[in-house]
Nanobody
Framework: QVQLVESGGGLVQPGGSLSLSCAAS????????MGWYRQAPGKQRELVAT???????NYADSAKGRFTISRDNAKNTVYLQMNSLRPEDTAVYYC????????????WGQGTQVTVSS
């Protein structure tokens, strides 16, 4: 079992920046990939960005050029730097850990609220 705890959400004006952190209770190196997802009110949860164990990254089109995902294996922490935020980025952001065994369930954090509004 692993626990994922997100932090760093809050209220920011359009065009502003926020940095999210996801601290894992154990080593993140044992996961195939770590990622960030988000869910806006009335919408399905969607991928924002992922980072594989080898460092390869993947971004949703909406995040490309504005968001950066990174990881610090020594600290068991994954980050999401979000710049040029837009009102449509408003959502609850969830941290995800995907095991190597595809038959195993993913791990999810409790989420952190990001609100982009003037």
């Amino acid at each position: 079992q692993v626990q994922l705890v997100e932090s760093g959400g809050g209220l920011v004006q359009p065009g502003g920046s926020l940095s999210l952190s996801c601290a894992a209770s154990g080593s993140i190196s044992r996961f195939y990939a770590m990622g960030w997802y988000r869910q806006a009110p009335g919408k399905q949860r969607e991928l924002v960005a992922t980072i594989a164990s080898g460092g390869r990254t993947n971004y949703a089109d909406s995040a490309k050029g504005r968001f950066t995902i990174s990881r610090d294996n020594a600290k068991n922490t994954v980050y999401l730097q979000m710049n040029s935020l837009r009102p449509e980025d408003t959502a609850v952001y969830y941290c995800n850990a995907k095991p190597w065994n595809s038959r195993s369930s993913d791990y999810w954090g409790q989420g952190t609220q990001v609100t982009v509004s003037s």
